[in-house]
């Protein structure tokens, strides 16, 4: 399935936080999971995860990594770095202070192996601007992710887009996450919040107002009016935010709409919380996202992205040998 | 979930001056102690006061007000942390209801904060 042209499946060991995080494998066993799962050969980590001292990367593990990939077979294919930018949460970083340590990132990434670079927009297009000479230098190309409740035309991703026909470089790309193109919110989340208690009438909201027309000009501005209309009802301010995640995690964008940016996509985060007793991602199109990147010309890596760790205990290795079923299935490779 | 995790299994010990307990990031990745605080510390539902605690992390140990003022130093997200309690001593083998609150503050998403309040009976080691 690997020599096939076009789109190329991979995991992000993100999707393994449960086994990780407990200690159940070491992120040498992961990988080795992966090549023995077959759900390689593309291989993402997130560095402040799996690297000890990021965003600096030893020689020593760099070489370890290296080894280890080219020995399992599998290819590094994205970093995922992050914008720290609240290190301290009543100081922001300066904007010099940013870019060095987006640029410690870059190195690390290249010293990794890994081709492609996902930022975050809290970095800024003036940061990725001025990161742009490293990138090109150690050959990584840098990856804005976009993430619910971002969209393509999103305000703040519209700035990155219009510095990105300026500078006009292959280096400077995006990474749609899918969890962007919901057309529900995950029946995962919803059991989640109905376990912890929380009224019924506080979900019906969240349901409620997640329909509601966005506004690309303030995607966050969902959240303040539901934030707003859950305190006039009395809900408290602990079971409204945990609610927050419906509209963080979740949004609304017509699976066509990817076509805009198509030629510029680096990298795909295949993002799920669910699979249904079909094998099929509940509130996630995959069978009409797929086909839209096919006809799209795409042809790099997505990786898996299971993120129900956050409300179950269940093993990601098998979420996501699941999630490569079916997307091989959608791609007729089954 | 991270939910299940935050205080680990076999992690209540006595000490001389008390007890300590290990817990863990609730989150996917290293964080900043800058970012981290320790909301709530309640044993057999009395809440323990913040100045009887002290955090542990990477060998070295601070009062709870003094996290903030550390964010060069990480949190690795597969390293325990312990809460040092001083003035309150558990019986070795006697079992307790041990309940802990960390929030975060993730410092790549401005204003959001996060929660995660963990509960377990733990026999003291």
């Given at each position: 399935?690997?020599?096939?042209?076009?789109?190329?499946?991979?995991?992000?060991?993100?999707?393994?936080?449960?086994?990780?995080?407990?200690?159940?494998?070491?992120?040498?066993?992961?990988?080795?999971?992966?090549?023995?799962?077959?759900?390689?050969?593309?291989?993402?980590?997130?560095?402040?995860?799996?690297?000890?001292?990021?965003?600096?990367?030893?020689?020593?593990?760099?070489?370890?990594?290296?080894?280890?990939?080219?020995?399992?077979?599998?290819?590094?294919?994205?970093?995922?770095?992050?914008a720290?930018v609240?290190?301290?949460?009543?100081?922001?970083?300066?904007?010099?202070?940013?870019?060095?340590?987006?640029?410690?990132?870059?190195?690390?990434?290249?010293?990794?192996?890994?081709?492609?670079?996902r930022y975050q927009f809290l970095a800024g297009p003036?940061v990725i601007?001025?990161?742009?000479?490293?990138?090109?230098?150690?050959?990584?190309?840098?990856?804005l992710e976009i993430h619910?409740p971002h969209?393509?035309?999103s305000v703040e991703v519209m700035q990155y887009?219009?510095?990105?026909?300026?500078?006009?470089?292959?280096?400077?790309?995006f990474i749609?996450?899918?969890?962007?193109?919901?057309?529900?919110?995950?029946?995962?989340?919803?059991?989640?919040?109905?376990?912890?208690?929380?009224?019924?009438?506080?979900?019906?909201?969240?349901?409620?107002?997640?329909?509601?027309?966005?506004?690309?000009?303030?995607p966050h501005?969902?959240?303040?009016?539901?934030?707003?209309?859950?305190?006039?009802?009395?809900?408290?301010?602990?079971?409204?935010?945990?609610?927050?995640?419906?509209?963080?995690?979740?949004?609304?964008?017509?699976?066509?709409?990817?076509?805009?940016?198509?030629?510029?996509?680096?990298?795909?985060?295949?993002?799920?919380?669910?699979?249904?007793?079909?094998?099929?991602?509940?509130?996630?199109?995959?069978?009409?996202?797929?086909?839209?990147?096919?006809?799209?010309?795409?042809?790099?890596?997505?990786?898996?992205?299971?993120?129900?760790?956050?409300?179950?205990?269940?093993?990601?290795?098998?979420?996501?040998?699941?999630?490569?079923?079916?997307?091989?299935?959608?791609?007729?490779?089954? | 979930?991270?939910?299940?995790?935050?205080?680990?299994?076999?992690?209540?010990?006595?000490?001389?001056?008390?007890?300590?307990?290990?817990?863990?990031?609730?989150?996917?990745?290293?964080?900043?102690?800058?970012?981290?605080?320790?909301?709530?510390?309640?044993?057999?539902?009395?809440?323990?006061?913040?100045?009887?605690?002290?955090?542990?992390?990477?060998?070295?140990?601070?009062?709870?007000?003094?996290?903030?003022?550390?964010?060069?130093?990480?949190?690795?997200?597969?390293?325990?942390?312990?809460?040092?309690?001083?003035?309150?001593?558990?019986?070795?083998?006697?079992?307790?209801?041990?309940?802990?609150?960390?929030?975060?503050?993730?410092?790549y998403i401005p204003?959001?904060?996060?929660?995660?309040?963990?509960?377990?009976?733990?026999?003291?080691?």
């Amino acid at each position: 399935m690997s020599n096939k042209k076009g789109l190329r499946l991979g995991s992000t060991l993100f999707s393994f936080t449960n086994e990780y995080h407990s200690r159940q494998y070491s992120l040498d066993q992961l990988l080795e999971q992966v090549a023995k799962r077959n759900i390689g050969p593309g291989v993402e980590i997130v560095g402040f995860s799996a690297i000890r001292g990021f965003p600096h990367t030893s020689d020593e593990f760099a070489s370890h990594f290296r080894n280890l990939i080219a020995k399992l077979g599998l290819e590094p294919s994205c970093l995922g770095i992050n914008a720290d930018v609240y290190l301290r949460p009543d100081q922001p970083m300066t904007a010099d202070e940013s870019l060095a340590y987006h640029r410690t990132q870059i190195e690390s990434a290249a010293k990794l192996g890994f081709p492609v670079a996902r930022y975050q927009f809290l970095a800024g297009p003036e940061v990725i601007r001025r990161l742009l000479p490293t990138a090109e230098r150690l050959s990584v190309k840098l990856g804005l992710e976009i993430h619910a409740p971002h969209k393509v035309d999103s305000v703040e991703v519209m700035q990155y887009r219009e510095m990105y026909a300026k500078e006009n470089s292959p280096y400077l790309g995006f990474i749609p996450d899918f969890g962007a193109s919901a057309t529900a919110i995950s029946p995962a989340f919803l059991r989640y919040v109905r376990k912890l208690g929380l009224p019924e009438g506080l979900i019906s909201l969240v349901q409620e107002m997640w329909v509601e027309p966005d506004n690309p000009k303030n995607p966050h501005g969902k959240i303040e009016a539901f934030t707003a209309r859950a305190e006039a009802e009395g809900f408290p301010l602990v079971q409204i935010s945990e609610c927050f995640m419906a509209f963080g995690l979740f949004s609304r964008q017509e699976p066509r709409r990817w076509l805009e940016i198509m030629p510029q996509i680096v990298h795909i985060h295949g993002k799920f919380h669910d699979l249904d007793e079909n094998g099929e991602v509940p509130g996630v199109p995959y069978d009409q996202l797929l086909p839209v990147f096919v006809e799209g010309g795409y042809t790099g890596f997505m990786s898996s992205e299971w993120e129900g760790h956050f409300f179950s205990d269940e093993s990601g290795l098998e979420k996501v040998e699941a999630h490569h079923r079916l997307c091989n299935r959608i791609l007729g490779r089954s | 979930m991270f939910v299940t995790r935050v205080i680990t299994d076999g992690g209540l010990k006595g000490t001389r001056a008390g007890f300590s307990l290990d817990i863990r990031v609730p989150w996917y990745r290293s964080l900043p102690v800058s970012t981290v605080s320790i909301a709530e510390l309640k044993v057999d539902g009395q809440a323990i006061p913040a100045d009887d605690i002290r955090f542990e992390v990477n060998g070295k140990t601070w009062g709870l007000e003094e996290l903030r003022s550390h964010p060069e130093e990480w949190w690795f997200v597969l390293d325990s942390a312990f809460l040092h309690v001083s003035g309150k001593k558990l019986e070795p083998g006697s079992e307790h209801n041990v309940s802990v609150t960390v929030d975060i503050k993730p410092p790549y998403i401005p204003g959001f904060f996060r929660m995660t309040e963990c509960t377990k009976q733990l026999k003291v080691e």
